[in-house]
Structure formats: structure tokens, C-alpha cells
């Protein structure tokens, strides 16, 4: 019987764990603007291979004080609820910066139902276009005009 149980061993494919992350992550939610990292589009990109996860955010706002904190969290959350994952790297990104177009359906819907507008309604409102934002934070970033 102990062999049988041996041989059960489960190997997960890449799919699978990320799969189990963006399950875990959906519990994490922004300091300021409460709807989780997903459904705001702060996970930019996800990389699993060989037990090793890396992880690109990016914040609803350049140079928000809570960055490192809520990146730690992401990072200590996977390893405590993922024992396939090995090594977990989240690394934070200015560019291109995020913007209400980043939001899932949901996390839209989300923001709607708790606040009572649109954001990117207000957003385009605000700044016209996303290019126009983008250009205003590549001028906060201190970033040449061609990036």
C-alpha cells in the first residue's frame, strides 16, 4: 500500500501552477483601491519553470509607498500556499505604467459597484487618452520620449 501511495506523487504542469497562483493572488488586494491584484491588472506578466516562479508587477501609481510591502506579500503568499513552488521572484515595473484599461471585466465592475462611476470613463476624462498618461509618467520617470 505505502508503494502504491509513492507512486501517486503528482507532478503539476506550468499551466496548473499558474493557474494556483492567480487563485492565491486573487486574495490580495490593493492598500488603496480594495479589489485584488488580478481583477486590477497589476500582474503584468507570470513566468513558471522548474519550481521557479517570476513575476512582473506594476502599481496603480509610480512611486507608491506601499510597493515593496505589497510585492513581499505576493511573494510569501505563493510560497505558503503552493508547496510545488521552489523559488518565487516578484519584481516591480514602471513601465508602461497601469491604467484603468489594465482591469479585468470584473475588477471594473468591482470598482463601479464600490465607488459608483467609471473609472476609465473618468480616467479618459482626466487624461484624455492613455497614450497622453503614458507620456506624463515618462516625463516623471525621467525616460526619454521613444521608449
Not at 494556483?20 to 486590477?40: A, Q, R, S, Y
Not at 507570470?46 to 512611486?63: F, L, Q, R, S
Not at 459597484?113 to 503614458?134: A, L, V
Request: with cysteine; aromatic share 8%.
Amino acid at each position: 500500500m505505502a508503494r502504491a501511495l509513492l507512486s501517486l506523487v503528482v507532478i503539476m504542469s506550468s499551466e496548473e501552477i499558474k493557474a494556483k497562483i492567480l487563485g492565491v493572488l486573487k486574495f490580495i488586494t490593493d492598500p488603496e483601491i480594495p479589489i485584488n491584484i488580478v481583477d486590477l491588472g497589476l500582474i503584468r506578466e507570470m513566468k513558471v519553470e522548474d519550481g521557479k516562479v517570476n513575476i512582473k508587477m506594476v502599481m496603480t501609481a509610480p512611486g507608491c509607498p506601499y510597493s515593496m510591502t505589497l510585492l513581499r506579500i505576493v511573494e510569501e503568499s505563493i510560497k505558503q500556499a503552493i508547496p510545488e513552488v521552489e523559488e518565487v521572484k516578484v519584481e516591480l515595473i514602471d513601465y508602461p505604467p497601469w491604467t484603468p484599461a489594465d482591469m479585468t471585466e470584473e475588477g471594473r465592475e468591482l470598482f463601479k459597484r464600490n465607488y459608483g462611476y467609471d473609472i476609465m470613463e473618468s480616467f479618459i476624462e482626466r487624461y484624455g487618452s492613455i497614450e497622453n498618461y503614458y507620456q506624463l509618467v515618462r516625463k516623471y520617470l525621467g525616460m526619454e520620449e521613444d521608449v
